[in-house]
Structure formats: C-alpha cells, structure tokens
C-alpha cells in the first residue's frame, strides 16, 4: 500500500511539475506553440484526406419518413468526420512532442523547432563554437555546452510541449473540430489560434525565425 502511494504521488508531482511549467510560458510563446501545434494538425488531416480518398461515413438523421425512406441522412469524406478528427485529436500529443522541440535563446527568444531543424541548428552552433573549452553544464540547465545560443533544452523543456498540448486539445476541442471540418484553403493557423482559439493578438505575427 505505501508503495502505491509513493508511485501516485511521484505520478501526480510529474504531471502538475509539466503544467507549472507550460503555464509559466508568456503570451508570445503560447501564441507561437499554438501556430505549431495546428499546423500540425493541419498537415495530419490533409495527409490522412489523401489516405482515407473515397472512403465516407453516413452522418444526420436515420428516422424513416411515411414513405419508407431516409431523407436525413448525408455522406462527407471520413477523413472530414467528428470521429476521425477525435481519434487525431486524442494522438496528436504524442506525435507533436516526438518531432518538436522547444527551446530558448539567451537573448530572450523562445522557438519551436522540427527535430531536424534542431539537430541542424545545433550543428551550426558546434561549428560556430567548436574551439571553445568552457565547461560543461548540467542536463538539467543546458543539453550542450558547445551550443552557446541555446539557454536551454532537455527534458524538462520537452515535458512543457507535450502538457501544453494536452491542456490545448482538451481546452479548445470544440473550437479545433469546427475548423478542421473547413475546406483546406480556408485553414490558416495564425487566423485560427487569434480569431478561434484567441491565444494570439488579432494583428500578432508570430515569429518563425531565431
């Protein structure tokens, strides 16, 4: 018995240590965090649009009128319907932490990165700073001494994108359903997290570049 609750308590320090964390961000960042993240959802339904072509699912009213028919009923693409879009939903926070990275400058910036632009962007700095001996630091406070540019990445840094994301997706659920519904030349991510989801400014660009 002592033993689960040590185990409930180390599981309930890691999940709220993630979400002090995600909350600290500033509005810049979450801003940009939401840019990301529905981008990415974006870019899961299109490519599932294009798997999932032909295939459709029967969606309103199947009551039977006097005549015997049902004239409620309507098709859409299975890859537009609520139940697909749940099931993306409900595992796109275990993809976007996987492949993103969120890091911050010493000059203040706070960026997400792919895993590629990541690794690309620390090689630059291992370059850049390849013949500097200083020492050092711990994982917890920098993931690499030769990246001078970057205050910090590791662990901890993952942690906030994949409890930002969850926050985000159970917060704003709905708001995310009724746009991924609209035709793709309509889905703009910077339009939708101000005028949706309102975790950016109407007239704030978000900033893509280190």
């Known amino acids: 018995m002592i033993v689960f609750y040590l185990i409930l308590s180390l599981c309930l320090l890691l999940s709220c ?4 964390m995600s909350r600290s961000w500033n509005a810049d960042t979450k ?4 840019v990301k993240l529905v981008e990415k959802l974006i870019e899961t339904v299109e490519i599932s649009s294009i798997e999932l072509n032909g295939k459709s699912i029967a969606t309103g ?8 028919k049902q004239r409620g009923i309507k ?3 299975y890859a537009r319907s609520e139940l697909h879009l749940v099931g993306i ?12 990275r969120f890091i911050q400058t010493n000059s203040g910036k706070s960026q997400f990165l792919s895993i590629e632009q990541f690794e ?12 500097d001996d200083s020492d050092q630091e711990s994982d917890d406070e920098q993931s690499s001494s030769v990246d001078k540019n970057i205050k910090y990445h590791n662990k901890k840094a993952d942690k906030r994108v994949l409890s930002f994301c ?10 995310l359903l009724s746009v ?11 339009e939708i997290c101000s005028l949706n989801i309102q975790l950016c400014s109407e007239n704030q660009q978000p900033n893509l570049e280190l």
């Open 180 to 190: 991924l519904r609209k035709p793709f030349d309509n889905l703009n991510p910077n």
């Open 61 to 68: 009213s199947f009551r039977v009128d006097p005549d015997g």
């Open 75 to 77: 098709y859409i693409p």
């Open 31 to 34: 801003c940009l965090a939401c």
């Open 166 to 175: 969850e926050s985000f997706v159970d917060s704003y659920e709905s708001e």
């Open 89 to 100: 939903l409900e595992s796109i926070c275990s993809e976007f932490s996987k492949e993103i």
């Open 120 to 131: 690309s962007y620390q090689k630059e700095n291992e370059q850049m700073y390849s013949n």
């Open 17 to 20: 240590d993630g979400q002090s």
